[in-house]
């Protein structure tokens, strides 16, 4: 379904050394699984035996009841078409070796050795095993049946994955790596890691970067409190990571069997491999790709789609985005007015979102550079659509901030464009919108000259994807601070230096409070005539599209299915119908995006041509309204 596999971490109620219970345990897992649409499921380390045995292991009857259990797990799953990964000590060349064993259908699939032994402290695996990180291209033979045994084993295709197991992961180099090198997408990891005090943290840790550091899932079981506890206790820590984030934990020190499972997406992860980093400038090492049958396919997504993906759900998160975003446009702005010779700064501030923003970024820019706030000129130009809501929050904020303000109507100027251009003043159209805009800007512009200062541009990121700026106007500027910031942020980034700024917060949260809006038809009774939202679509969307879409390389369809499951309060004619106007307004309005100013990138998304996307101005957008 659009990508997604579901995967599984479980770990049983098992008794040491009884094989004969874990194997019940294992299976009965194993069948819940399969009801669950899991397509690959993992067990912790030495999950047939437990792995605390010790010198059990050496016992010949122990090995003899192992390939017994073995068979029976295979009888017994031969129906089910779910992957899963258990562990069993197991001879091979007169060596004992550690082992994860793949199966499916009541087949071996491949058998990987341990490659790391830990020796140190409470550990002392070598006693019992050999390490296996040079087994390659080798066969081993459970039960008469010669099986591919070694570290150079992938599975399956389409979604390929690889196993390692426990002490992997925490040496220097995890196995993992190279089976991401060769194409793992997923990495499965067999554990029983005993828990002390802060272990837990450091292994979650360990785990959400080997899936960031490689740009696949992660999937971790580890050994319960079933354990032997003669000298520690296990605690069954379960963890599913994707990219660097945990998608799903398990229940630690649980006393019963426990299943998590997680929707992971494949075809991002794909994707976000080939262009986010040097992922392809590793060199593969020859492996052996283990074909395997089709994997189970989930019939509904059981994973959160955040609605709104670049706003962070969590306070004291979110709180620290804004704080880190607010410190590099300043940081950006700092450097391009040194650079330049300490020009004054100049911008139209309209009682919105966007030019509210800049001007605080601009006054915070100028204390960090010890000059007068009133370096800033900031601008109200008042014309057709303008309401004293938004007139009088705009002149109220700069005389707080105390800069330089400045009131330029446009009406009468805007009148005499229409009479020398020809143009009805009756007739509302664009030309009647878009005069004002360059009239706005050419004021901007030529007070810039005038004042020695430069014009600081307040176009978002979400206004830029649509183009939802008039060309020639709004679209100019000299520098232009919120260029990467989407609409849906840009209010909480506001929210936040209203709570650190007493004098101005009333201010800030009206404006926050006020419907977006260009104001450039005419007003009725002073209200806001012109709603943005209503014009080209709710924001909230037109966001979660472009996330979708720039950063996943999401396809039109897989984007409405995802929409459809984030969001609650719109159907789905609804979600189509702003869909195909943000696929419309982003194929044809490249041009606009392809001379876009300069401006700091705050965010994993940018739209600028000097730097993440780079697009024809006259691409077909064909291909995406099919797909929908």
Request: glycine fraction near 6%; include cysteine.
């Amino acid at each position: 379904m659009y990508g997604f596999i579901r995967v599984a971490s479980a770990t049983h109620k098992m008794r040491v050394a009884d094989i004969d219970y874990n194997t019940e345990e294992i299976i009965k897992i194993v069948k819940e699984a399969q009801k669950k649409d899991v397509a690959i499921a993992v067990f912790p380390e030495l999950s047939i035996t437990g792995y605390t045995c010790k010198d059990l292991f050496f016992q010949n009857a122990l090995h003899q009841k192992v390939l017994k259990a073995i068979e029976e797990i295979k009888n017994k799953t031969k129906e089910l078409n779910i992957i899963f990964i258990i562990g069993a000590p197991l001879w091979h060349k007169n060596r004992l070796y550690n082992c994860a064993l793949i199966l499916q259908r009541g087949e071996i699939l491949g058998a990987v050795p341990k490659s790391f032994l830990p020796e140190h402290k409470e550990f002392y695996e070598k006693r019992w095993f050999t390490e296996g990180r040079d087994i390659k291209n080798e066969t081993i033979e459970i039960n008469r049946e010669k099986i591919p045994f070694g570290v150079d084993l992938i599975f399956n295709k389409e979604a390929p994955f690889g196993v390692e197991i426990c002490e992997d992961l925490w040496t220097t180099i995890p196995p993992s790596s190279y089976q991401a090198i060769n194409g793992a997408i997923m990495h499965f990891n067999l554990s029983a890691s005993d828990e002390i005090v802060g272990k837990h943290e450091y292994r979650e840790a360990l785990v959400s970067q080997q899936s960031a550091r490689n740009i696949s899932a992660y999937i971790y079981s580890s050994s319960g409190v079933f354990e032997s506890t003669t000298d520690v206790v296990y605690s069954g820590d379960l963890l599913i990571a994707e990219n660097g984030v945990i998608l799903k934990k398990g229940e630690r020190f649980k006393r019963d069997s426990q299943l998590i499972t997680a929707d992971i997406d494949i075809e991002y992860l794909k994707y976000y491999r080939k262009i986010e980093t040097s992922y392809e400038d590793n060199k593969p090492k020859e492996v052996r790709v283990i074909e395997t049958k089709e994997l189970n396919q989930i019939k509904t997504l059981k994973r959160f789609i955040d609605p709104h993906p670049f706003v962070p759900k969590n306070k004291a998160k979110r709180e620290q985005r804004c704080k880190e975003i607010f410190s590099i446009q300043t940081a950006g702005l700092a450097k391009r007015i040194e650079h330049i010779g300490e020009p004054k700064i100049v911008l139209g501030i309209s009682g919105g979102l966007d030019s509210t923003l800049a001007l605080l970024v601009a006054d915070k820019t100028m204390k960090l550079l010890k000059r007068d706030s009133k370096d800033i000129i900031a601008v109200t130009m008042p014309g057709f659509g303008t309401t004293s809501r938004t007139y009088k929050n705009a002149v109220n904020l700069c005389k707080k901030l105390k800069v330089t303000f400045k009131e330029i109507p446009i009406k009468e100027a805007v009148l005499q464009h229409f009479k020398d251009i020809g143009q009805d003043p009756k007739i509302c159209d664009v030309t009647y919108e878009n005069a004002q805009a360059r009239e706005r800007t050419q004021i901007l512009f030529d007070l810039a000259n005038k004042e020695n200062g430069i014009v600081l541009g307040t176009g978002d990121l979400s206004e830029i994807a649509l183009g939802f700026a008039t060309y020639g106007g709004d679209h100019l500027s000299m520098y232009n601070v919120n260029a990467s910031i989407p609409k849906t942020l840009i209010r909480y980034v506001i929210e936040w230096v209203a709570e650190s700024n007493e004098k101005i917060r009333n201010i800030l949260k009206d404006i926050i409070n006020t419907p977006v809006s260009p104001e450039l038809l005419p007003e009725k009774n002073d209200k806001i005539s012109q709603k943005t939202e209503e014009i080209i679509g709710p924001y909230e969307l037109h966001d979660f599209f472009l996330f979708h879409m720039i950063k996943y390389g999401a396809e039109p369809k897989k984007i409405l299915f995802l929409a459809k499951h984030a969001f609650k309060n719109y159907d789905e004619k609804t979600i189509l119908k702003w869909l195909k106007v943000f696929i419309k307004r982003f194929f044809i309005n490249q041009f606009k995006r392809s001379c876009s100013p300069d401006g700091p990138k705050v965010g994993s998304i940018s739209l600028s041509p000097r730097g993440d996307w780079k697009m024809p101005s006259d691409a077909s957008m064909r291909v995406w309204m099919e797909d929908l």
